[in-house]
């Protein structure tokens, strides 16, 4: 590499701010570490306990009871509650199926028909150009939709890891579901756990590569924060004019 191709220092300076920014927006926007793990767990328990006793209504229980704690000690704790009230939520549903069909497998069925269909949405929004990541994470970069119009870097970028994430979920199902009409609850459920954690890994790695080298996003906050104090300034302005003139 030529003197004229290596990176000024301010350039690698942005470009590893860039990431440091992606990085910690893709923490906020998927929960992090704690937020991954604690969406594990009730599903954990409720593996681990149904293979212990086969019992079906105590596994329910005892994992839709855990996913509330986790909800309440982050209550307590004044955390952000947006990720566990959504893993809640999933419980509580899988809690209903489980203790209606009265099957271990209709605690799992809630979430792998979620996961397909997310793997679905993600990859006909990655060939429609309209990718649904960009729509979850452009108020996390605080461009909201601007990548459309006006950065087209940032929608490739948008497109690529869209895809990657459809890719990656609708693998992820077409290995469980088999297992689910012909397999064994047991090994359905820890099958599920195994493949819980390494496929979100792997497409949040997807997303930061891809995003990472991607234009900066346009901050359309400040934008319309530069605006008002604009409109301000030019009121401000317009007001002293006409007083000056009486």
């Known amino acids: 590499m030529t003197s004229v191709d290596k990176p000024t220092p301010e350039q690698a300076a942005a470009a590893a701010d860039q990431k440091a920014v992606t990085q910690a927006a893709l923490f906020d926007a998927f929960g992090g570490i704690r937020g991954t793990l604690e969406t594990m767990l009730p599903g954990l328990l409720f593996v681990m306990i149904y293979t212990v006793n086969k019992d079906v209504k105590m596994s329910a229980i005892a994992a839709g009871t855990v996913a509330v704690l986790l909800v309440i000690v982050r209550l307590l704790r004044r955390d952000t509650v947006k990720h566990a009230f959504s893993g ?33 949405a993600f990859t006909l929004s990655a060939l429609v150009g309209f990718p649904l990541l960009g729509v979850v994470l452009g108020p996390v970069f605080k461009e909201n939709l601007s990548w459309r119009t006006r950065n087209p870097g940032r929608k ?41 954690l390494p496929p979100m890994v792997l497409a949040v790695y997807f ?40």
Request: aromatic fraction near 16%.
């Open 156 to 196: 490739k970028a948008y497109t690529k890891a869209s895809l990657a994430w459809g890719i990656i979920f609708l693998a992820k199902y077409a290995i469980l579901f088999p297992l689910y009409w012909w397999g064994d609850a047991t090994q359905l459920g820890w099958l599920l756990i195994a493949l819980k």
């Open 207 to 246: 997303t930061w590569v891809f995003l990472a080298k991607a234009p900066p996003p346009i901050d359309v906050f400040a934008e319309m924060e530069a605006e008002e104090e604009a409109e301000r300034a030019r009121k401000a302005a317009a007001t002293g004019a006409d007083r000056r003139e009486r």
């Open 88 to 120: 809640v939520f999933g419980v509580a549903v899988g809690v209903a199926f489980a203790l209606f069909t009265g099957t271990a497998k209709g605690f799992y069925l809630p979430g792998m028909i979620y996961g397909a269909g997310l793997g679905v």
